[in-house]
């Protein structure tokens, strides 16, 4: 078990909120539906698709919780494991909150309340700081500030995974991306939003991801240009690239007319797959495409329900080791699995 003083494989620099909803018909009037506010965030996705591998001793957030915290959602989150989440209280405001507005199958998302933003700094003089791998969701612009706050602090090099904001995913920012790129470990857009960057046209098809993949790459991803890019692609899966090898695709978890079936919302299932992926990077000492599988696997999870996958139990493993199971079923179970269909179909692991 990793020592409360050691540094954490993962920390996200993204935020908690508290979800709340509406829901109304194709004409704008209320349908009666309800949903109670839920947990929600980029960040807190993200650590959670860490933490169905890693235990909370390993990873963690921060979470600013106001005046307002609700309790059913302080003891969901303590279900997870309480040491991963470093709280901020201020008794002199709310927590963040947003509003999901249904319009018919359209989504609309605002903030109710001012965003706290998170920086490599807050971390410092914590049980989270100097972390082996961040992750952060942002501008591009934003993103250059983040690596500029890591590199003032002597001896820290952290793996980045970087995952950009949809909503700036746009041309203009593009060399804001540029100029931050040779800092990134890993840029993963979902292919939207890495063709909308790129002024390519839509819709995404594996022959523009993999273009819009090499036009990444060529603009020099990580140190030396020895990153990764990783395209999430929904029900195509994930395509990853780095410079000298050809493009790897792995499949999604639940593909095809079966596992159409067991997808009920994919909210968040793109933050949740780059803490899969970053804790794959941990088990899989830096491979990336290995790291792509325990990614799949996280994003596997999420999208089976409403909120966040639940940790319903442990299993035994020749009556020793024991490995815990998400709503219930094991990872490590579905990560062979993967790998076998994988095998199969490449003729390879």
């Known amino acids: ?37 839920q947990i929600g965030g980029g960040g807190t996705y993200a650590a959670i698709g860490a933490r169905i ?8 957030m921060i979470i600013d919780r106001g005046n307002d915290f609700p309790q059913h959602i302080q003891e969901a989150l303590d279900a997870y494991g309480a040491d991963m989440w470093l709280y901020r209280d201020n008794p002199d405001r709310g927590t963040t909150r947003a509003i999901n507005a249904y319009r018919g199958e359209h989504r609309g998302f605002e903030y109710l ?17 100097r972390p082996r791998i961040i992750h952060f969701i942002c501008s591009p612009t934003r993103a250059g500030a983040i690596v500029s706050e890591v590199k003032q602090e002597n001896g820290w090099h952290p793996t980045t995974v970087y995952e950009p904001i949809p909503d700036r995913c746009v041309p203009e920012e593009l060399p804001a991306l540029k100029d931050v790129l040779p800092d990134i470990s890993v840029l ?16 995404p098809t594996k022959e523009l991801i993999e273009e819009a993949c090499r036009r990444f790459l060529e603009m020099g991803v990580g140190p030396d240009g020895n990153g990764a890019v990783v395209i999430r692609s929904g ?9 000298g090898q050809p493009f790897n695709w792995v499949d999604a978890y639940w593909s095809g007319p079966e596992g159409a079936s067991k997808v009920v919302d994919v909210t968040g299932a793109g933050n949740s797959f780059l803490g899969g992926l970053a804790a794959g990077l941990v ?8 790291a792509t599988l325990y990614a799949t696997v996280s994003a596997s999870f999420t999208i089976e329900q409403e909120g966040l996958p639940r940790l319903t139990g442990t299993s035994n493993v020749k009556g020793e080791q024991q490995l815990e199971e998400w709503n219930g079923d094991s990872p490590h179970r579905r990560l062979r699995e993967l790998q076998d269909r994988l095998a199969r179909t490449k003729g390879t692991k």
């Open 113 to 129: 309340t001012p965003r706290i933003r998170i920086s490599p700094r807050d971390l410092a003089g914590t049980r989270l700081a």
């Open 1 to 37: 078990m990793a020592s409360r003083d050691a540094p954490r494989d993962f920390v996200s620099l993204g935020m908690f909120i508290i979800d709340e909803f509406s829901f109304a018909d194709e004409d704008g009037n209320p349908t009666g539906k309800t949903l109670a506010p």
């Open 283 to 290: 088990l899989a000492n830096g491979d990336v495409r290995k």
């Open 235 to 243: 029900a195509m899966g994930a395509c990853i690239a780095q410079k």
């Open 188 to 203: 993963s857009p979902n292919a939207e939003e890495a063709l909308s960057l790129l002024s390519m046209p839509l819709p």
């Open 53 to 60: 591998w890693l235990p909370p001793s390993r990873l963690g």
